[in-house]
């Protein structure tokens, strides 16, 4: 009777916590509210993005257009598939073209958003890695596999993408087979290897790269600027090295024209003395001939002498003198 009692007792106390006394749904316990458990918290919307990301198809599909990576061929040889920094997949025409409309957007001053936007974390076409995979002869059109192990690169395994690596050479190796060999294999392989990127990352890797990635940028903005700074010095101490140059030129040409004018005032100064000197000469040479022929000439002798000479001569002298002339 004891144990009838007690679950008379709790069916009695489980239906006035379910039922109340007209009938209606008493609100105590959530699971009896409407809409219960179908309203989004924290963890649902975690779960719900959980569940629509898939790597299968981050790995097939252009992020940018939606299309299928892999049936896109190129003649000449080159890859048609980029990725960016945070591993996502785009058609290479796809991904310029995002770019250039980016910046006709910012050139307008349209910022407006539209469908096929690239990321942040693509600035210019250097933040885009060409992506070649590897497939095997009989499967060319199939789905992509590592070269190293030879599994499948569906999005199913860790796909890492090998930047740059050798022109013409695959350079998506899966995580698995790129433990398998050496770092001095691996460069002999293929090729200088700069960064490694981690295609089709799940959202709680993703985020920790969006971190890595965002350092990175911030690194090279430093050193971008650090270098400007440094070359806009460089310019200025050689602007003013050559200003310096140029004043102590033109002060080395102005003693220079100095020195030429002295030299050329002494010059004609020395060549005045001369023509004195010679003048001279000449004018004492002129002057003992004109003597000389004064003495050899009596009648001259008699026109250039003083008057003391003149009275000195006798009468007949003078007369003789007279009809000499």
Do not use: W
Not at 75 to 93: F, M, N, R, T
Not at 214 to 242: H, I, L, M, P, W
Request: a positive charge.
């Amino acid at each position: 009777m004891l144990y009838i009692h007690r679950i008379a007792t709790k069916l009695s106390a489980n239906k006035q916590e379910i039922m109340g006394g007209d009938g209606g749904v008493i609100a105590s316990n959530r699971k009896y509210m409407r809409g219960a458990g179908t309203a989004d918290k924290t963890g649902d919307l975690n779960r719900h993005a959980a569940q629509k990301f898939s790597a299968q198809e981050v790995m097939a599909t252009c992020a940018l257009t939606k299309s299928p990576l892999y049936t896109t061929t190129v003649a000449s040889g080159a890859s048609s598939i980029v990725a960016d920094p945070y591993g996502c997949l785009y058609h290479k025409e796809a991904a310029v073209q995002a770019l250039l409309t980016r910046k006709q957007q910012h050139g307008t001053g349209n910022s407006s958003a539209s469908n096929n936007t690239i990321g942040p974390q693509v600035r210019r076409l250097a933040d885009l890695y060409e992506v070649r995979f590897y497939r095997e002869e009989h499967r060319i059109h199939g789905d992509p596999t590592c070269p190293i192990s030879g599994k499948a690169l569906t999005g199913s395994i860790p796909a890492i993408l090998l930047v740059p690596g050798k022109d013409g050479i695959s350079n998506v190796v899966s995580e698995s087979g790129l433990a398998q060999i050496s770092p001095e294999e691996l460069e002999a392989e293929y090729g200088l290897i700069r960064k490694r990127v981690r295609l089709a990352p799940n959202l709680v890797l993703l985020e920790k790269i969006k971190e890595h990635v965002q350092q990175e940028q911030d690194k090279e903005d430093e050193e971008r600027r650090k270098a400007k700074k440094d070359n806009k010095s460089k310019r200025k101490r050689d602007g003013k090295g050559k200003r310096n140059n140029i004043s102590s030129d033109k002060k080395k040409r102005k003693a220079d024209k100095n020195d030429d004018k002295n030299t050329e005032l002494s010059r004609s100064s020395n060549n005045n003395r001369n023509i004195k000197a010679s003048l001279s000469s000449i004018g004492k040479e002129v002057q003992s001939r004109v003597d000389s022929a004064i003495q050899q000439n009596s009648v001259l002798s008699s026109l250039f002498t003083n008057k003391s000479a003149l009275s000195k001569l006798t009468e007949k002298e003078k007369k003789d003198n007279l009809f000499a002339r």
